[in-house]
């Protein structure tokens, strides 16, 4: 059973700095993309940034130059440095991951939740302004 877990979130003012982290379990991590997507109250889940198992990265332009993904297989871990920080990014935040490992795709397969199977229970990122 796949299990991911969330942590890092929190409160911090308009231009800050937040460093989510999570750790999956369960099957071997390295061979798998991951991804982090985020959902604000009363909007739909959207796609933030998403890291292939060949360390490709894709990113929300809403994100773009501020946020940074990456992945550590040495601790089944999966990383999103935020910076500049604003209002707009306040959200409770998913790390999620495919059920198969899959070959090259276009980018917006990445943008997708269907494209995930395993989803964590996520962690609140409050900007204040």
């Known amino acids: 059973q796949v299990q ?3 942590s890092g979130g929190g409160l911090v003012q308009a231009g800050g700095s937040l460093r989510l982290s999570c750790r999956a379990s369960g099957r071997s991590f390295s061979s798998y993309d991951m ?7 009363g909007k739909e889940r959207e796609f933030v ?14 994100v773009k130059d501020r946020f940074t993904i990456s992945r550590d297989n040495a601790r089944n871990t999966v990383n999103l440095q935020m910076i500049s920080l604003n209002p707009e990014d306040t959200a409770l935040y998913y790390c999620a991951t ?18 995930y199977d395993y989803w ?7 900007v204040s302004s």
């Open 98 to 115: 495919p059920s198969q490992r899959r070959g090259f795709q276009l980018a917006p397969y990445y943008y997708r939740p269907e494209s």
């Open 49 to 62: 940034a998403a890291i292939t198992w060949t360390t490709a990265t894709y990113y929300a332009d809403s």
């Open 35 to 41: 991804g982090w997507f985020r959902q604000a109250p």
């Open 4 to 6: 991911l877990v969330e």
């Open 120 to 126: 964590g229970q996520g962690t609140q990122v409050t």
